[in-house]
């Protein structure tokens, strides 16, 4: 993570150097990504770089921290009462709410594309492990939240459930770019609808198909 001499640059500063790595990793690979266009966008010296981030890894899990944060402060109000809605139709709130944070951001959208382009890279499974364990703790308070309401089968395996939910969470757009190439929004949530079908189908209750 970040050094202290980062987070107590002025914020403008501090914003100049996020979006040059923000620019540099929308446009390029983590391996083909380069310090040294960063240092020359932000308009820092090479020193004060290593001053701020230990080394390209560091800088990278600063931009995808910051791009999952972002991310979820823009899902925060779906999941602040989950309560008000069923299970399945938070879920396809959810997946609603991520096409609107990727439409509205799409230089995030971009790293994200490249990230799940290379899903064998060491760093994207470092990477991933983190904010997928992250992932899966908020499915499994989820679908804790459906079983008692009896949205959700009470035999399932939360643990193995809330995993299978997360991995799909990812993959589903990865899937959906691979066969279409570009998202269309009206066409992704018909994709999206038909997936929460089948997920019914498998875990949902009785009364919730």
């Known amino acids: 993570m970040p050094r202290e001499t980062f987070y107590n640059l002025p914020e ?3 914003g100049k150097v996020e979006s040059a790595a923000i620019d540099e990793f929308s446009q390029y690979a983590y391996d083909s990504a380069s310090i ?3 240092i020359d966008m932000a308009g820092i010296p090479k020193g004060s770089f290593y001053q701020y981030f230990e080394d ?18 823009h899902l925060k109000p779906m999941l602040e009462n989950p309560l008000q809605d069923n299970f399945f139709d938070l879920l396809f709130k ?12 799409p230089q995030l959208q971009m790293i994200t594309s490249k ?12 990477l991933m492990h983190d904010h997928i364990n992250a992932s899966e703790q908020v499915f499994h ?15 399932i395996d939360l643990e193995l459930s809330a995993h299978i939910l997360s991995t799909l969470n990812t993959a589903f757009a ?12 009206e066409d992704y949530l018909a994709y999206v609808s038909r997936h929460i079908t089948f997920l019914k189908q498998g875990m949902g ?3 919730s198909r």
């Open 94 to 105: 959810l997946y609603r709410g991520g096409l609107e944070f990727a439409l509205s951001n």
């Open 12 to 14: 403008v500063k501090r």
């Open 115 to 126: 990230i799940l382009a290379d899903r064998k890279h060491p760093v994207f499974l470092e």
């Open 36 to 38: 040294n266009r960063i």
């Open 141 to 155: 308070i989820l679908l804790e939240k459906g079983i008692e309401r009896g949205e959700i089968r009470a035999d």
């Open 174 to 185: 990865d899937y959906y770019l691979e066969k279409k190439g570009s998202i269309i929004e």
């Open 205 to 207: 209750s009785e009364k």
């Open 56 to 73: 390209k890894k560091d800088v990278y899990r600063y931009v995808i921290d910051r791009l999952v944060e972002k991310k979820m402060a």
